[in-house]
């Protein structure tokens, strides 16, 4: 009965009654219209062709485009208003102020000269052009004397993390999409209540949208009763708004400024395989000292401040300040973000650039690929250019509707060339990207609708970086566990699979 009762009044449930009520709200209003049907038809059907002018003429992507349009002529009464509710993407009045106010703190941390891009430029120009967009659109410099470690596993990086939290001895940042009460994260707990008991400044950023299922409501309020300085992003509400589409998708982690984390391994247990969820998790990430630990550092400060509406002085936690022995190395590296709320999709360009760049080859690895044309287009002109381009995908799925959508795309591409494989073990979760021996990237950013164009995320780019060989070496230990997808797998599948898959890929941009 204990258990019943939580189920019923868990705040998910409450939520989605009271999202319902809305729902059942607009369809009685379209009751009480009824005896003046033609009238209300009509006002629908103008408002619903001044939507869609509205959206051919956005700036938005045109699949997304065209996904909201083909719902509208489905839906011609209730469509137009669907989209202004759920599909644009805006941020209101308050809410640009307090990002105006964030941004000029960020641009502040710029350095006024850029002589390591100066460097690269007369190394490698096609190099220095992919790291020039990317300082110039997300606001993050390129670095040198920074020390980088591929991890290829969910269990590496929470040894690594675990041994160096343990050694913090002034502060810790932590900002994550999915938090867990289990092995991994009890863990990490522990050693966030003895470090506060030290006096190490701790703070916390978790999405709640992410953590809905996984955490008590309101548990920022007993991290903070443990000294532990907690907060939501982007609170869910039980209105129907398009503001719940934007969430913080990062994995990041610093440590008195010159220690840092990212890639795709959230702080849950079964990215640590301490129990089988969807056959073995396979995940990557990367462990940075040095320099270039200072983007991932206003990265996090930069949400921070936005989600408290403040503007603190960022400098106290450069990397130099408490780094004891510098770190020398030749290596180039820049940990970028990616921010919906500016229409500048610098995630997919990151891997658009990768691709149109390549020479030899592109290993990817991705949980979901579910695409635009531009990037069919990008890799299947890579393929038939000579390029060997392999992508792994996961064998088991973690939701089946978007897993038929990634399988919708294999004959496209396998049909130019692109090699696919899919992981037999399990679920693959890793975004990586390694080209030529010489560029690699470790993210949070997935080859899908909603992580290139609606999360806030971020990655590391990285040239000439040992660990890029390190990044290699894994992508090839993964393709002999992994089954390569021909051809002839993508043409016997069921004309009814096929046709489910193609309804599913059309409203893919909406998933």
Not at 330 to 342: A, E, K, R, T, V
């Amino acid at each position: 009965m204990k258990k019943f009762f939580h189920l019923v009044f868990h705040r998910v449930v409450i939520f989605v009654f009271l999202m319902l009520v809305q729902l059942v709200f607009l369809l009685g209003m379209m009751i009480f219209f009824n005896d003046y049907y033609a009238y209300f038809y009509a006002i629908c059907t103008l408002a619903s062709l001044a939507v869609v002018l509205w959206i051919v003429n956005n700036k938005s992507n045109p699949g997304y485009k065209i996904a909201w349009i083909i719902l509208i002529l489905l839906l011609p009464i209730f469509g137009a208003l669907f989209y202004l509710l759920f599909g644009v993407n805006y941020l209101s009045r308050r809410k640009r102020k307090k990002m105006e106010v964030v941004t000029r703190q960020v641009l502040r941390t710029f350095p006024e000269d850029t002589p390591v891009l100066e460097k690269l430029s007369s190394e490698s120009r096609t190099a220095a052009k992919q790291t020039c967009y990317i300082e110039k659109s997300a606001w993050c410099p390129l670095w040198q004397n920074t020390k980088a470690e591929y991890l290829p596993s969910g269990e590496d990086k929470f040894a690594r993390m675990l041994e160096e939290l343990k050694r913090a001895e002034h502060y810790i940042f932590l900002e994550y999409f999915i938090i867990e009460e289990g092995i991994m994260w009890n863990s990490i707990l522990q050693v966030l209540e003895e470090k506060v008991k030290q006096g190490v400044e701790v703070r916390l950023i978790y999405d709640d949208m992410g953590c809905m299922f996984t955490l008590p409501y309101q548990y920022d309020k007993k991290l903070r009763e443990k000294g532990i300085d907690a907060c939501v992003f982007n609170p869910f509400t039980p209105v129907l708004s398009s503001s719940f589409n934007n969430r913080d998708h990062r994995k990041i982690c610093v440590i008195d400024g010159y220690i840092g984390f990212n890639g795709g391994i959230n702080l849950a247990d079964e990215y640590i395989n301490a129990y089988e969820k969807h056959g073995h998790w396979k995940d990557t990430a990367v462990v940075l000292e040095g320099d270039a630990v200072w983007n991932l550092t206003v990265m996090f400060l930069s949400i921070w401040d936005y989600i408290h509406g403040t503007a603190e002085d960022y400098e106290k936690y450069r990397p130099a300040v408490y780094q004891k022995t510098p770190v020398h190395c030749d290596g180039y590296i820049q940990p970028y973000m990616d921010n919906p709320l500016d229409n500048e999709p610098v995630g997919e360009n990151v891997y658009f650039n990768l691709i149109n760049n390549a020479k030899d080859y592109v290993y990817i690895t991705t949980p979901y690929l579910i695409i635009d044309n531009e990037m069919v287009t990008a890799l299947s002109t890579a393929a038939k250019s000579g390029i060997d381009v392999r992508i792994i995908t996961p064998h088991v799925p973690d939701k089946w509707y978007v897993h038929a959508v990634t399988r919708a795309y294999y004959e496209v591409l396998v049909e130019s060339g692109v090699k696919i494989y899919e992981y037999i073990p399990g679920f693959i979760h890793a975004k990586t990207f390694v080209v030529d021996d010489v560029y690699g990237v470790v993210g949070t950013i997935n080859l899908d609708y909603r992580s290139l164009y609606l999360h806030f995320e971020c990655g590391t780019w990285m040239y000439r970086m040992d660990c890029v060989k390190q990044m290699k070496e894994d992508f090839l230990k993964t393709l002999e566990v992994s089954r390569q997808i021909t051809l002839e797998d993508c043409r016997k599948v069921k004309w009814y699979r096929k046709l489910g898959r193609s309804i599913l890929r059309v409203f893919a941009p909406l998933m």
